[in-house]
């Protein structure tokens, strides 16, 4: 069946380092979207992308969708304390399945 | 608009028990969503509704669980027998589709424990 990986499980990076989280699907999605939960909170959506090769950019976050819209990135470059949480990307494919990834678990040194 | 509200928000029961979930969707939305959040397994969809429709049910567990929306403002998550492994933060979200667009707004959660 359609699986959507998404790497890494963890990261700890320093305040003021780079961040990058990627998802990979068995299948072409039709869209993907990004969410993130705060410790304790639930999901807050942040973006969707839909065409191929797609690059949106929320101020200091970047989001991209791969060529052939099998895969997908999360950048944050000079992460702050605010950026802590796990970040999910949500595959959806043509045939009107959804599938979250596993989450990136961003914690950060001060 | 409160957003998607979610009752209760904690549930302590016994193994074995009924346990009944409850959401009501933002106003407007046309699909809605029941997840279950766990340490080991993550964020699993369990089904969603569009117009009070099931389309994908394929997540639901087993047949311990149901999932029904009699309207476009209600929609219950009920396990029935419980059991300890079904312990997790159950979420309901909802969404409006435009076009291909469809953000999924989250409800706070119901945290569920089974003794």
């Known amino acids: 069946g359609q699986q959507v990986m998404q790497i890494p499980q963890y990261q700890h990076v320093q305040e003021g380092e780079d961040f990058t989280t990627y998802c990979n699907s068995s299948?072409?999605?039709?869209?993907i979207q990004w969410y993130k939960q705060r410790p304790g909170g639930h999901p807050v959506f942040l973006i969707q992308?839909?065409?191929?090769?797609e690059v949106k950019k929320q101020k200091r976050l970047t989001f991209q969708f791969g060529e052939a819209k099998k895969n997908s990135s999360l950048h944050i470059t000079a992460t702050q304390t605010t950026d802590v949480g796990t970040y999910f990307c949500?595959?959806?494919?043509?045939?009107?399945?959804?599938?979250f990834g596993s989450g990136t678990r961003l914690s950060i040194r001060p | 608009d409160a957003g998607v509200i979610q009752s209760p928000r904690h549930e302590v029961t016994e193994m074995g028990q009924e346990v009944t979930l409850r959401c009501k969707p933002i106003?407007?939305?046309?699909?809605l969503f029941w997840y279950r959040q766990t340490m080991m397994r993550g964020l699993e969809l369990l089904i969603y509704?569009?117009?009070?429709?099931?389309?994908?049910d394929s997540g639901m567990p087993e047949d311990r669980f149901s999932a029904k929306m009699p309207n476009a403002s209600f929609s219950t998550l009920k396990i029935q027998p419980s059991e300890p492994r079904d312990s997790a933060v159950y979420f309901c979200?909802?969404?409006?589709?435009?076009?291909?667009?469809?953000?999924?707004?989250f409800g706070p959660g119901t945290r569920l424990t089974v003794l």
């Open positions: 979200a909802s969404s409006l589709r435009r076009n291909s667009y469809n953000e999924q707004f």
């Open positions: 299948t072409t999605l039709s869209n």
């Open positions: 992308l839909v065409k191929s090769g």
């Open positions: 949500a595959g959806y494919s043509s045939a009107s399945k959804i599938i």
């Open positions: 106003s407007g939305h046309d699909y």
């Open positions: 509704f569009n117009n009070n429709v099931p389309i994908d």
